[in-house]
């Protein structure tokens, strides 16, 4: 029987993954780091004429399952391996893997690759989290929202990836969306014929996902991107995801894939530690190094929110304001009494052990955004209205999010306050502009003084809204309804017009972002810095001793670049948080400077004489680079046998 073929078949094969990586058609990627473990990923990709969508052919070339072995070491080239093991994937979980990687040191930097069907993968490199007493004295982390593969060709990610000094990157949500939303596009998949699509509300990898199939197709349209790639490769994620992610379909009658569906596939497709289902926040024990870690099915999907323990720098603390709401919840309606119950144990568990830091991702503005009343806005009150679900004439803006229960937000300030919990930086999305702000109940004077740290309402931390890649913004909004106004409206108008759109309605938009972005300052003293414009891109962190520095940080939007932007650098001091604009802005790089991962590719393994990747015993790691060569080996061995049994029914 014919053994596994990585040649694309064409037919109804028509899939988004790298064909030069396949079977690994969508790399690697690591997250949720802990100080002794951390999760490793990876998609199995079998083309098979027959199809893409795996519910429909379960048993591509005729293989049922696939053996997967996996290794991870102290060195890119992967000789002083720590740990390994094999594990099976199939259908039920889209042929993807999700390893947790235990026995591991605290603080250190580890590669790591899989081996499957005779292929071994590209290498990705990861890093542990620090314990408390370590002595470490900084985190270096990205942080990115709103991310769309169609508006951004993603050069954000890279230039997050080929640092040397990372520690995490976290996602506050809208990772991966569920349609292009009919804005100009900077790029389509090709068809099967190899052409654009460029039919936004009709084509597979543009419309709204319609099944469980085409939910999972559209993370592989994201995974296969070369710069979402290059930043799997290069650091752990921390991912939350928003509305978007967990975005649910129907024909008017039957619910073609609901909420919780589209959440398995989140957590069959994100390197994310899937916390145990139950609102404590609290992670399973790993399975081992042979076992695959568990998919949540059913409302057990709608679990993510979860902290990562970095010692005495700091707790990664990522919250979920969507989708544990509760108006019967007598403290806190929007995390829902269980959230804000593990909310309040972790934060005062990280000031006790004496963390500098809290890093609280969060999907949706925290500060408020006041009234904000100008000419502009009432001229395009019905589009923010359509882009943001925001009245700009209310009280105040974003009320689908904190903004909506602001009682709330004075109960979670004020609690920080009373506990002394005042180093907190909200990592924040979904506005598609960057926010940066302080935490203060009241934002006006006399009761706030903005950039002094002496307001007699203290401040309880700082925010910085990530921007968007790609989606949306004031300028963008504007620009959007001139242009779908000036060319038969929203579902007619060209996707694929950039030139037109960027030099004729984006300077009107300007314009209008320019006044929105000056009147909402004079109006909210605790906005310290705003860009709403289309600009596009991504946050740097970098946690020290005595202060945080936040950077952000432009990419080019429409063509591949190795360049970025230092636009805007603030500082805020450890225990009088509040942000202040650098004079001199320069970039700042950590200490550490680890090698880079190789450069992606997918190896073929010679069996049995060349068992992959691992050298000949050396040092003390050369009894386990010797296993986990053997365990490289059968799995390649155990991949060919399994597809000609499978290949045999």
């Not at 068809?191 to 592989?220: H, M, T």
């Not at 598609?432 to 931390?461: C, K, R």
């Not at 400077?593 to 069996?607: K, N, Q, Y």
Request: with cysteine.
């Amino acid at each position: 029987m014919p053994a596994f073929s990585r040649a694309l078949p064409g037919g109804e094969w028509h899939y988004p993954a790298r064909a030069d990586l396949i079977p690994f058609g969508h790399a690697v990627a690591s997250g949720d780091p802990l100080a002794d473990r951390v999760i490793l990923w990876t998609r199995i990709t079998i083309p098979d004429i027959r199809g893409w969508d795996v519910n429909e052919v379960p048993d591509p070339q005729g293989i049922e399952s696939v053996d997967v072995a996996w290794v991870i070491a102290t060195d890119p080239e992967l000789t002083q391996v720590v740990n390994g093991g094999m594990v099976s994937t199939d259908a039920s979980r889209d042929f993807t893997v999700k390893i947790d990687a235990d026995g591991l040191q605290p603080a250190t930097t580890y590669w790591y690759a899989f081996t499957a069907l005779g292929f071994r993968s590209p290498i990705g490199r990861t890093r542990t989290a620090p314990t408390a007493g370590q002595g470490v004295a900084e985190l270096t982390i990205g942080h990115v929202a709103c991310t769309s593969w169609w508006q951004d060709v993603f050069n954000g990610y890279a230039r997050m990836g080929e640092r040397g000094d990372i520690d995490l990157i976290t996602h506050a949500g809208d990772h991966v969306y569920e349609v292009s939303g009919n804005h100009m596009s900077s790029r389509q998949y090709p068809d099967k014929d190899g052409n654009p699509q460029l039919r936004p509300y009709d084509d597979i990898d543009n419309r709204a996902w319609r099944s469980v199939g085409e939910c999972r197709r559209r993370y592989a349209l994201y995974y296969q991107d070369s710069n979402l790639i290059a930043a799997h490769l290069g650091a752990p994620f921390a991912i939350m995801a928003d509305q978007h992610d967990y975005d649910d379909a129907s024909d008017g009658d039957t619910v073609l894939i609901s909420r919780a569906q589209a959440g398995e596939v989140y957590h069959e497709w994100c390197p994310l530690r899937s916390p145990i289902p139950d609102g404590s926040g609290r992670f399973p024990e790993s399975p081992g190094p042979n076992t695959n870690v568990p998919v949540p099915r059913g409302d057990d999907a709608f679990y993510s929110y979860r902290s990562l323990n970095y010692g005495d720098v700091a707790e990664i603390v990522l919250i979920d304001i969507r989708r544990h709401r509760d108006s019967e919840a007598t403290e806190m309606q929007i995390l829902g009494d269980r959230q804000w119950q593990w909310l309040q144990e972790t934060l005062l568990a990280a000031k006790a052990r004496g963390a500098r830091h809290n890093i609280i991702v969060n999907q949706i503005n925290m500060s408020q955004v006041g009234t904000i009343n100008t000419p502009l806005y009432d001229q395009y009150a019905e589009a923010f209205q359509d882009a943001f679900g925001f009245d700009p004439r209310g009280p105040e803006l974003y009320t689908s999010g904190w903004g909506g229960y602001p009682d709330n937000r004075r109960t979670l300030y004020r609690w920080l306050r009373d506990n002394e919990i005042l180093d907190n930086i909200v990592l924040s999305g979904d506005s598609h502009g960057w926010f940066g702000s302080d935490l203060t109940e009241d934002p006006q004077a006399p009761n706030y003084v903005p950039l002094t740290g002496l307001s007699p309402l203290q401040p309880v931390g700082v925010e910085m809204v990530g921007t968007s890649m790609g989606r949306p913004g004031a300028q963008d909004v504007v620009a959007d309804e001139l242009y779908w106004a000036a060319n038969g409206g929203r579902d007619s108008a060209p996707f694929d017009d950039a030139q037109t759109y960027d030099s004729v309605y984006r300077p009107i938009g300007l314009v209008a972002a320019t006044a929105i972005e000056t009147a909402a300052k004079v109006a909210n003293l605790n906005l310290i810095y705003f860009n709403w414009r289309s600009q596009f891109g991504h946050t740097m962190v970098h946690l020290r001793q005595t202060e945080a520095v936040l950077e952000n940080w432009v990419s080019p939007q429409r063509e591949m670049s190795d360049t970025a932007e230092l636009v805007a650098q603030l500082t805020t001091p450890l225990g009088n948080p509040h942000l202040r604009p650098a004079l001199l802005p320069a970039a700042v790089v950590g200490a550490r400077d680890d090698p880079a991962a190789p450069m992606p590719e997918t190896i073929a393994l010679d069996l049995p004489d060349a068992p992959g990747p691992s050298r000949p015993p050396t040092g003390s790691g050369g009894a386990l680079a010797l296993g986990s060569a053997l365990v490289l080996a059968l799995a390649g061995v155990l991949g060919r046998l399994r597809a000609r049994q499978g290949g045999s029914r």
